[in-house]
């Protein structure tokens, strides 16, 4: 998969450092050259000074073969320009932009663009958007039998009770994020589209999960 990533600072780097390991095409684009030596000496993808909303520099990194865009910059404004020109022009298949101001959330959502506030866990979040089933589980609990994970919402659980998901010793919701921002459902939470459970479940039960979660939106 080939990837693109706006910014070259904390996050963009480790996205970067990441993606490499997954063994993934990467470009990366900074406006400022010496942001790059945030990279890792042993860094094989490309380098391009520039902004990321520029059709020339997105040309040069690749953006017809894009799969996944990322938008991480220090600035809201140009990450989501950037976002909408990647998901809008070129139609790259998952875009993902952080934002500094929460309240904004919503509306990029509506544009279809997946955010990403600025959070411990930012890298994470951007992964697990951009390659939801490479990445690894989030946390173990002491011996690792019983782990907390992320899991985008399947369509087929779109508009049924958050608290349908709970299966007694197997899984259990802990929360739900809904554009950024965390809560814990109550019995009448509603599951919209878009939304990221947060999920402990038995290790053992992993494997079968998601194809279990989806049977929920099956009519019985």
């Not at 993934?24 to 900074?30: F, Q, Y």
């Not at 959070?119 to 990445?135: A, F, N």
Request: aromatic letters at 6%; glycine letters at 8%; one cysteine or more.
């Amino acid at each position: 998969m080939h990837v693109i990533i706006a910014g070259c600072g904390r996050v963009g780097s480790e996205l970067a450092t990441n993606l490499q390991r997954l063994g993934h095409s990467i470009a990366i684009v900074d406006k400022n050259r010496k942001a790059f030596e945030r990279l890792k000496p042993d860094f094989s993808g490309k380098t391009i000074v520039g902004f990321a909303f520029d059709r020339e520099v997105l040309t040069e990194a690749g953006i017809e073969e894009a799969n996944a865009f990322a938008a991480v910059t220090s600035g809201d404004n140009s990450n989501i320009l950037a976002a909408r020109v990647a998901k809008d022009h070129y139609r790259v298949s998952q875009v993902v932009a952080r934002i500094y101001d929460p309240r904004r959330a919503q509306i990029y959502q509506r544009l279809g663009i997946q955010t990403v506030a600025t959070v411990r866990w930012t890298t994470d979040q951007i992964l697990r958007s951009m390659i939801p089933d490479e990445v690894p589980v989030e946390y173990t609990v002491d011996n690792g039998e019983v782990v907390v994970t992320a899991v985008p919402v399947p369509a087929e659980i779109v508009g049924k009770k958050a608290l349908q998901v709970d299966t007694p010793a197997l899984r259990r919701v802990v929360a739900i994020s809904r554009f950024g921002v965390p809560r814990i459902p109550d019995g009448d939470f509603t599951i919209q589209e878009g939304d990221i459970l947060y999920l402990s479940a038995a290790r053992g039960h992993l494997a079968d999960m998601d194809e279990e979660i989806k049977k929920i939106g099956q009519p019985e």
